[in-house]
């Protein structure tokens, strides 16, 4: 079977459909903000016109960009960077401070593995907030009446209902470090996957006990309800290793995998 969405060994990609199963609309649309790339597929209800399809694609990209506007460190006016510079105080916005309390939340729920304040120049939650925006994108679809579609960015996807062809979401998961095993296909109706390492680079997370960028090569994969928190738990796991797998399964639905690389070595 021909998969809906491809995870892993590169950017998110997505299959073009012409015609959806239901009689609706296919629409896939793809969107560049200052930290990620984003794909988005929706299946529109039958009696959904082409206008009102549009403005949804334009409500869901709204909301992308709108929350990289207020929450990426890469932008000298957010909130986030301001606060890094110490110009605000971390209680000075609502906003600000519910996301902080997420990241406190995941700081506790790991042991200390994920702590978006251990990265260099101060707080930094993006490992969250990207997740974060998928699912407020996706809630946004859901708000104009799509109730079939798939939000998916490099290794991390939100997806429910039915993909164009009538049938669950297939989606091939590919070997970060091996290109030419075959993907791990899964069939998804609801839910989410946040991955860390797909890219099969090393150093971009931190380990926040030692300070230090984490030199092992692996992949992290979990799976679960809300792709925040699955985002927030497989950076922790990429940093925490075999150690991290005490965590899982959750009470709450998420369940984990780590994928050593046998060629990686862990420093002193």
């Known amino acids: 079977m021909r998969p809906d969405l491809r995870l892993g060994g590169g950017p998110a990609s997505t299959s073009a459909h012409s015609a959806a199963a239901n009689g609706g609309l296919v629409a896939h649309h793809s969107v560049q903000t200052s930290t990620a790339g984003f794909t988005l597929t929706m299946v529109s209800p039958p009696s959904m016109s082409r206008r009102a399809l549009a403005a949804t694609i334009a409500d869901a990209v709204g909301e992308l960009r709108a929350i990289d506007v207020a929450y990426s460190p890469l932008r000298e006016s957010s909130l986030v960077a301001r606060l890094r510079r110490g110009e605000i105080a971390p209680d000075a916005y609502a906003p600000l401070a519910d996301l902080i309390a997420r990241c406190d939340a995941m700081r506790a729920a790991t042991d200390g593995w994920f702590d978006a304040w251990s990265a260099p120049g101060g707080f930094d939650p993006s490992a969250l907030v990207k997740g974060w925006a998928m699912e407020r994108a996706a809630a946004r679809v859901r708000a104009a009446g799509i109730n079939d579609y798939a939000v998916a960015s490099g290794g991390d996807l939100t997806v429910r209902g039915n993909a164009p062809h009538g049938g669950p979401w297939r989606v091939a998961v590919h070997h970060p470090y091996e290109g030419r095993r075959k993907p791990v296909l899964l069939e998804l109706t609801s839910g989410a996957i946040g991955t860390s390492g797909v890219t099969g680079r090393a150093g971009h997370v931190i380990d926040p006990h030692r ?58």
Do not use: K, Q
């Open 211 to 268: 300070a230090s960028p984490v030199d092992e090569l692996r992949a992290a994969t979990v799976m679960g309800p809300d792709l925040a928190v699955a985002d927030a738990y497989a950076t922790a796991l990429y940093a925490a290793g075999d150690a991290g797998l005490a965590w899982f399964p959750t009470p709450d639905g998420y369940t984990a995998s780590l994928l050593p690389s046998p060629t990686a070595t862990r420093g002193a």
